[in-house]
């Protein structure tokens, strides 16, 4: 008995490295086959002849419209999908933690409205890209920001107030977004303002790509090496630190690390919403709610989510559909089985 209880385990153990190996494979084998599929279909030879050129010089069998196709579009979008996708997975699974909370996302303390206005004004205004980017960055932190401060003034240090006090600034910012649209110019403002909000990664360049790095890669690190530690959130604020952990230092980190993440894949996209809120679900029913393990494998699923979703955006008809859109017709069933299994815990 004794002996076919440890084979059990021994298998137990197996079969959850393998199913982690093939989720941390996932988003790469999607990468890859989203380099050959598109409006413009390019087989793989021809693909991988592009990709080495740089650095082998082969003789010239492809035009510069192919090398176009593959280096300015498809491989930032890939990256983009890759980093965005993860690290909106990684910031829910954090703020899942933090909040003890099942149902909160990313955008609970208002990041993503706070970026939508930002972007909004600045198309109103017709600023360019960068701008349009850097206002969203910037209006999303600032959200955040009057969250944290507007909880501090009612001198609460509950994750409530601080929750209430996020829903307040959620709710201004989408009032001004929705002023914004309604001042804005029907036939040109407008359908851009719609369009930026329901989330795309159509415009998404390399220097966007290498920003992401820095505001993403290093977040999602932390997130990481720090996972243990969530665990001990799950316990409430007063036995965390009667076990020696300084809550309320760790709490702003985590909570400045995570806006970082979403601000910025907002910024550079749009609003894309039920990653954050989906994904870490998925996590905790494929790997438990041991944050050490469930934040890294949250990261490559999120990642895969996203690389899949987007070539379903711009595969599926001539005309490009906004990921927001599609993110959300996954996500609300999904979630609605979630909340039908009682069996699945989150802490």
């Given at each position: 008995m004794v002996m076919e209880l440890m084979r059990f385990e021994g298998m137990n153990k197996y079969g959850l490295t393998?199913?982690?190996?093939?989720?941390?494979?996932?988003?790469?084998?999607?990468?890859?086959?989203?380099?050959?599929?598109?409006?413009?279909?390019?087989d793989p030879a021809t693909v991988?002849?592009?990709?080495l050129s740089p650095v082998f010089h082969p003789d010239s069998t492809w035009t510069e419209a192919q090398a176009n196709v593959i280096f300015n579009i498809r491989i930032p979008r890939i990256l983009g999908a890759f980093l965005i996708?993860?690290?909106?997975?990684?910031?829910?699974?954090?703020?899942?933690?933090?909040?003890?909370?099942?149902?909160?996302?990313?955008?609970?303390?208002?990041?993503?409205s706070g970026a939508g206005f930002g972007a909004a004004i600045a198309i109103l205004f017709s600023l360019p890209l960068l701008l349009i980017e850097a206002s969203a960055f910037f209006f999303g932190l600032l959200s955040v920001g009057f969250a944290i401060t507007l909880s501090r003034i009612y001198k609460g240090e509950s994750i409530l107030v601080l929750v209430l006090s996020g829903i307040i600034m959620s709710s201004l910012f989408t009032s001004l977004i929705s002023l914004v649209k309604f001042v804005a110019d029907p036939t040109s403002k407008l359908p851009a303002i719609t369009y930026w909000l329901m989330g795309s990664l159509s415009a998404v360049t390399m220097p966007d790509i290498l920003l992401a790095g820095v505001f993403i890669i290093p977040g999602v690190a932390y997130c990481i090496l720090i996972g243990w530690r969530l665990n001990v959130f799950s316990l409430g604020d007063e036995e965390a630190g009667a076990l020696g952990v300084d809550t309320r230092r760790m709490k702003y980190i985590l909570i400045l690390i995570s806006t970082m993440i979403t601000a910025y894949s907002v910024c550079i996209c749009g609003i894309i919403g039920w990653i954050g809120l989906v994904i870490p679900h998925l996590g905790r029913m494929l790997v438990g709610p041991d944050n050490a393990c469930l934040i890294p494998v949250s990261f490559f699923l999120g990642a895969a989510y996203l690389i899949l979703i987007d070539?379903?955006?711009?595969?599926?008809?001539?005309?490009?559909?906004?990921?927001?859109i599609l993110t959300a017709i996954v996500g609300v069933p999904f979630f609605a089985y979630i909340m039908a299994r009682r069996d699945v815990g989150w802490t």
């Amino acid at each position: 008995m004794v002996m076919e209880l440890m084979r059990f385990e021994g298998m137990n153990k197996y079969g959850l490295t393998a199913g982690i190996a093939c989720i941390i494979l996932s988003p790469f084998i999607l990468s890859l086959v989203s380099l050959f599929i598109g409006q413009y279909t390019l087989d793989p030879a021809t693909v991988f002849t592009i990709l080495l050129s740089p650095v082998f010089h082969p003789d010239s069998t492809w035009t510069e419209a192919q090398a176009n196709v593959i280096f300015n579009i498809r491989i930032p979008r890939i990256l983009g999908a890759f980093l965005i996708g993860g690290g909106l997975s990684v910031a829910g699974a954090v703020y899942q933690s933090l909040f003890r909370n099942p149902m909160v996302s990313p955008d609970i303390l208002g990041v993503s409205s706070g970026a939508g206005f930002g972007a909004a004004i600045a198309i109103l205004f017709s600023l360019p890209l960068l701008l349009i980017e850097a206002s969203a960055f910037f209006f999303g932190l600032l959200s955040v920001g009057f969250a944290i401060t507007l909880s501090r003034i009612y001198k609460g240090e509950s994750i409530l107030v601080l929750v209430l006090s996020g829903i307040i600034m959620s709710s201004l910012f989408t009032s001004l977004i929705s002023l914004v649209k309604f001042v804005a110019d029907p036939t040109s403002k407008l359908p851009a303002i719609t369009y930026w909000l329901m989330g795309s990664l159509s415009a998404v360049t390399m220097p966007d790509i290498l920003l992401a790095g820095v505001f993403i890669i290093p977040g999602v690190a932390y997130c990481i090496l720090i996972g243990w530690r969530l665990n001990v959130f799950s316990l409430g604020d007063e036995e965390a630190g009667a076990l020696g952990v300084d809550t309320r230092r760790m709490k702003y980190i985590l909570i400045l690390i995570s806006t970082m993440i979403t601000a910025y894949s907002v910024c550079i996209c749009g609003i894309i919403g039920w990653i954050g809120l989906v994904i870490p679900h998925l996590g905790r029913m494929l790997v438990g709610p041991d944050n050490a393990c469930l934040i890294p494998v949250s990261f490559f699923l999120g990642a895969a989510y996203l690389i899949l979703i987007d070539n379903i955006a711009r595969n599926a008809t001539t005309a490009e559909i906004p990921l927001g859109i599609l993110t959300a017709i996954v996500g609300v069933p999904f979630f609605a089985y979630i909340m039908a299994r009682r069996d699945v815990g989150w802490t």
